[in-house]
């Protein structure tokens, strides 16, 4: 039986390749193939690893700071484009046309991330709903979190010291809603910290949101893709207006 410590590398680590295939691939079969295999091995995994549904509720559905722990684990785990590896990919669109493609790619990504868990609420067993929950939220957040390291990459804008330091800071520009050179304060990710608090709110709305694509039939796959798709770009945007605003404003300082 797997110790949790190991459990949670483990899921955040499974969260982290999926959120990053399903950025970079724009099939939509391909998508729908990657996040339920993810959905059914974290149902899988926790109904055994878990001890039952009961656990599975207390783990996944009501600990805010198990999700919290999820997301800090994963984010140094996220596979980041660099500014050389986004222009070659690319080739011949300026950082502004760069960064609308990512934001878009990740937009339908976290939408394609709804539809998934909201699929999974019609079929004849009745899934272990806080862990689908827990399992969109992690993948939605590492779309994110990935598009927001991808942003400043874009635009050379990238956060200073080695890979965990930066992920970090894209980890608090995904919590604030701004670029990493805005953000005030230091980086205290320690629980009861303001960062950590801000941390846990979004999550925890973050997860709210999830638990709509679990909605009766279709439905909720159709909310959950909305609202993803809508939350996921106006993310994107406000992220790239700060990086822009900083662009200009260093260009203008020369």
Not at 51 to 69: D, F, I, P, Q
Not at 82 to 100: N, R, V
């Given at each position: 039986?797997?110790?949790?410590?190991?459990?949670?590398?483990?899921?955040?680590?499974?969260?982290?390749?999926?959120?990053?295939?399903?950025?970079?691939?724009d099939r939509p079969?391909?998508?729908?193939?990657?996040?339920?295999?993810?959905?059914?091995?974290?149902?899988a995994s926790a109904r055994v690893a878990g001890?039952?549904?009961?656990?599975?509720?207390?783990?996944?559905?009501?600990?805010?700071?198990w999700l919290v722990s999820q997301v800090i684990a994963m984010a140094p785990r996220l596979r980041v484009?660099?500014?050389?590896?986004?222009?070659a990919q690319f080739p011949g669109l300026s950082a502004d046309e760069i960064a609308d493609t990512l934001i878009e790619h990740a937009a339908h990504a976290a939408a394609a991330a709804g539809g998934a868990a909201g699929m999974a609420a019609i079929l004849p067993v009745l899934p272990a709903f806080p862990v689908e929950v827990?399992?969109?939220?992690?993948?939605?957040?590492?779309?994110?979190?990935?598009?927001?390291?991808e942003l400043h990459e874009a635009y050379g804008a990238?956060?200073?010291?080695?890979?965990?330091e930066r992920m970090s800071n894209y980890l608090a520009a995904w919590a604030h809603r701004r670029g990493v050179f805005m953000i005030e304060g230091g980086l205290v990710?320690?629980?009861?910290?303001?960062?950590a608090r801000l941390l846990r709110r979004r999550l925890i709305a973050r997860a709210g949101r999830s638990a709509v694509s679990l909605g009766p039939l279709l439905t909720g796959?159709?909310?959950?893709?909305?609202?993803?798709?809508?939350?996921?770009?106006?993310?994107?945007?406000?992220?790239?207006?700060?990086?822009?605003?900083?662009?200009?404003?260093?260009?203008?300082?020369?």
């Amino acid at each position: 039986m797997a110790e949790p410590e190991t459990e949670a590398t483990d899921l955040s680590l499974r969260a982290a390749e999926v959120a990053a295939d399903v950025s970079e691939t724009d099939r939509p079969q391909e998508q729908r193939r990657l996040l339920s295999a993810f959905n059914r091995a974290a149902t899988a995994s926790a109904r055994v690893a878990g001890r039952g549904t009961r656990a599975v509720r207390r783990r996944a559905g009501s600990g805010s700071e198990w999700l919290v722990s999820q997301v800090i684990a994963m984010a140094p785990r996220l596979r980041v484009r660099d500014q050389a590896t986004l222009q070659a990919q690319f080739p011949g669109l300026s950082a502004d046309e760069i960064a609308d493609t990512l934001i878009e790619h990740a937009a339908h990504a976290a939408a394609a991330a709804g539809g998934a868990a909201g699929m999974a609420a019609i079929l004849p067993v009745l899934p272990a709903f806080p862990v689908e929950v827990a399992a969109e939220t992690l993948v939605v957040v590492g779309i994110e979190i990935k598009l927001v390291a991808e942003l400043h990459e874009a635009y050379g804008a990238q956060a200073r010291g080695k890979l965990a330091e930066r992920m970090s800071n894209y980890l608090a520009a995904w919590a604030h809603r701004r670029g990493v050179f805005m953000i005030e304060g230091g980086l205290v990710l320690a629980a009861g910290s303001p960062l950590a608090r801000l941390l846990r709110r979004r999550l925890i709305a973050r997860a709210g949101r999830s638990a709509v694509s679990l909605g009766p039939l279709l439905t909720g796959a159709a909310a959950g893709a909305m609202f993803n798709r809508r939350e996921t770009r106006k993310l994107g945007r406000d992220i790239q207006r700060d990086l822009r605003r900083g662009a200009i404003g260093s260009r203008g300082s020369r």
